[in-house]
């Protein structure tokens, strides 16, 4: 009670502008601090000793077990901490969670979005698994990605193990009967954007 009354006495005699100033303060510290602890605990997001950082736009292109051809545009992100909600990188997940979006070609034209979500197995993410889940509401029959399972090199190489399964209907099938869901082809990806992403995708055309 004593500290309300001091404050409040405070509050008569110099305004408001001071109470906010120490919660600003006080605010602009919190986010500093939740930012060093991200930066520690997910170094993938920030990059590893001064390079460029898992968290951007890849590309790439792989072939199923069937030759489907597919080009991939993957944005990463890490889903960033909060200090509203308290939601820091150990909170979410030890090393931070992978978010953002991926967009995929196929040798028809059609372009499917997938939201990214997933997690590092350590502070560099060598080894990280995501999970891809498409952005329609009604989906569209065929093959449709799932997991993708990376490796990084803390720089410039990226590869993907990438799984399927079959939409049909409201049934999402794997198995012996659907052979591109049965391997996990690999998708070696680079540093690109948009741009690159339209070349892989005339390139998987023919045209």
């Known amino acids: ?67 489907k051809r597919r080009a991939m545009l993957l944005e990463l992100r890490l889903r960033e901490s909060t200090v509203e909600t308290g939601q ?32 590092a197995e350590d502070r560099d993410a060598a080894r990280f698994a995501i999970h891809a889940r498409p952005v329609e509401e009604i989906q569209p029959d065929g093959l449709t990605f799932s997991w993708l399972h990376g490796r990084w090199d803390g720089a410039d190489r990226l590869e993907l193990a990438t799984s399927f399964f079959w939409r049909q209907g409201a049934s999402a099938i794997t198995g012996f009967s659907y052979p591109d869901t049965e391997t996990q082809p690999t998708a070696s990806m680079t540093r690109g954007g948009a741009e690159a992403f339209r070349a892989l995708c005339a390139a998987i055309r023919g045209r």
């Open 88 to 119: 820091n990188v150990s909170r979410q997940s030890r090393h931070g969670r992978i978010a953002g979006t991926m967009r995929a070609c196929d040798e028809g034209g059609a372009v499917r979005e997938y939201v990214i979500d997933g997690t």
């Open 1 to 67: 009670m004593a500290s309300f009354d001091r404050m409040a006495t405070t509050t008569r005699q110099g305004g408001w502008l001071p109470v906010l100033i120490v919660l600003v303060l006080v605010l602009a510290g919190m986010t500093i601090a939740t930012r060093a602890i991200d930066r520690s605990r997910a170094r993938w997001a920030f990059g590893i000793d001064g390079r460029a950082p898992l968290a951007d736009s890849w590309v790439g292109r792989l072939t199923t077990a069937t030759g």
